[in-house]
């Protein structure tokens, strides 16, 4: 049924990335998907200021970190190593996880979110624009 899942992951929230990995994981392993983790570094004023500046270690630390945590998780997915891969990108969260589910040729995207509060229904959440603008099935895990 399911190809390639996407399931985008915030290194820094442990118990929304595992919902949603522990939903992929059910998923892939019954229909014999792929998956790919995605991790998006937002760009801030603060980075752009930096980089304009020239100082470059600071996306390579923030890449270095995610992609230590990116490959930890997939080593600690009970699939074959042949059916994880993992990406980083910079920028929104929500443009990201819809330009690399459609490069990858996801066909579901898993991603978790949590309990609505203010600042969701003021901004909206990374979820809720995923949903609003990807082309592929969405499931929202919490």
């Known amino acids: 049924m399911y190809k390639t899942i996407l399931v985008p992951v915030d290194i820094s929230e442990e118990d929304l990335t595992n919902k949603a990995v522990e939903s992929a994981l059910k998923i ?3 229909t014999g998907a792929k998956i790919h983790f ?3 570094l937002p760009i801030s004023s603060a980075i752009i200021n930096a980089y304009a500046l020239g100082y470059m270690e600071i996306k390579d630390k923030a890449t270095i970190k995610a992609e230590q ?3 930890a998780l997939a080593d600690s997915i009970d699939l074959p190593i042949s059916d994880i891969s993992y990406s980083i990108a910079f920028g ?3 443009d990201e ?5 459609s490069e990858i040729g996801a066909d579901l995207i ?4 949590r309990r609505p509060n203010i600042t969701t229904h003021l901004l909206g959440s990374n979820a809720s624009g995923v949903v ?3 082309k592929t099935s969405v499931l929202v895990v919490r």
């Open 92 to 94: 929104s969260p929500r």
């Open 69 to 71: 945590a990116l490959k």
């Open 97 to 101: 996880i819809a330009s690399t589910a």
């Open 28 to 30: 892939a392993k019954e």
């Open 110 to 113: 898993v991603i978790g979110s």
């Open 38 to 40: 995605l991790h998006v």
């Open 132 to 134: 609003r603008y990807a």
